[in-house]
């Protein structure tokens, strides 16, 4: 295990991302504080990663021990104070400049100097996010890809003043963790939001032109380029809200027109269809599974 970093922490551990970036880490592992300033968010995700961790046991893709192991490395807490004794804290809060930087600054004010700080941002700069914070050198960016307790892929993104033995600290605990780090710029979008954002907007567009509906739009994309999951399914799982944030986030820098929200995912929004965590988006949904379990 790393000599640097042996306990992580993840700020927002009770929303979708946060808790697949926990798992990441505890199935390393490291021992993880789970911070989020709502219990019943926590008490949400522990019952989810547990019937995660329970599926892949019964699949034969790890023991029960190994299961009540990494469980146990799971800490939770809605004191951000439990964060003092991480080397490593990665936020994964609401995608808001300004929410960002003011929890860097408390992270500023509770954790030691070593600490290093990650975010999970997709559309902010992270030069900005750092500027929230008296030490912007050790802040870095780690966009993990939803759901991230089974994608790969972190694109790992220094701001202009991350220092350099910081983001390879970082990107050396990101593979020691079994995923796969690519380095970007600080530009929105990254690699790979930059190319999805628009094209999960043109398959809104297609529902919205009558081209197909949302199960075959998917199926087709899945059966004909080999994806995993069709961009239908991951606008529900990464929010419909979230998605129009990445469009609004995009547009105004790239003036593509692919990447402005199309007009029917603001009124499914305004609807109060949000995907998975309402419940109903493009599909309907029941019960409280994390995906992949």
């Known amino acids: 295990m790393s000599a640097a970093i042996k ?22 592992g490291f021992d993880v504080i789970c911070y989020d300033t709502a219990d019943a968010a926590l008490v949400k995700a522990v019952d989810q990663s547990r019937a995660f961790f329970g599926k892949s046991v019964e699949r034969g893709k790890m023991s029960a021990a190994e299961r009540d192991a990494v469980m146990a490395r799971l800490k939770h807490s809605t004191d951000i104070g439990a964060l003092a004794a991480c080397d490593l804290v990665i936020e994964a809060v609401f995608e808001e400049l300004s929410v960002k930087r003011k929890l860097l600054g408390a992270l500023d004010a509770v954790c030691p100097e070593h600490t290093i700080f990650g975010s999970n941002t997709s559309t902010l700069s992270i030069t900005e996010i750092a500027a929230g914070c008296k030490r912007p050198d050790r802040v870095v960016g780690m966009h ?80 004909g380029l080999g994806y995993k999951m069709g961009p239908l399914e991951l606008i529900d799982l990464i929010g419909l809200d979230t998605q129009i944030r990445l469009s609004e986030a995009f547009y105004p820098v790239t003036l593509d027109p692919r990447a402005a929200c199309p007009p029917l995912l603001r009124r499914m929004v305004a609807a109060g269809l949000l995907g998975r965590k309402s419940g109903r988006g493009f599909y309907d949904y029941a019960g409280n599974t994390m995906f992949g379990a």
């Open 144 to 223: 993990f890809c939803l759901p991230a307790q089974l994608m790969k892929l972190v694109e790992m993104s220094p701001g202009l003043l991350t220092s350099d033995t910081v983001f390879k600290a970082a990107w050396d605990w990101t593979v020691q963790c079994g995923q796969k780090p690519v380095k970007t710029q600080d530009k929105p979008g990254f690699i790979l939001n930059a190319l999805l954002v628009p094209f999960n907007n043109d398959a809104i567009r297609a529902i919205e032109a009558g081209v197909a509906d949302a199960a075959s739009i998917d199926t087709a994309i899945k059966t």
């Open 7 to 28: 306990t992580v922490g993840v700020c927002g551990a009770g929303g979708t991302m946060g808790a697949g970036i926990a798992i990441v880490a505890a199935r390393a």
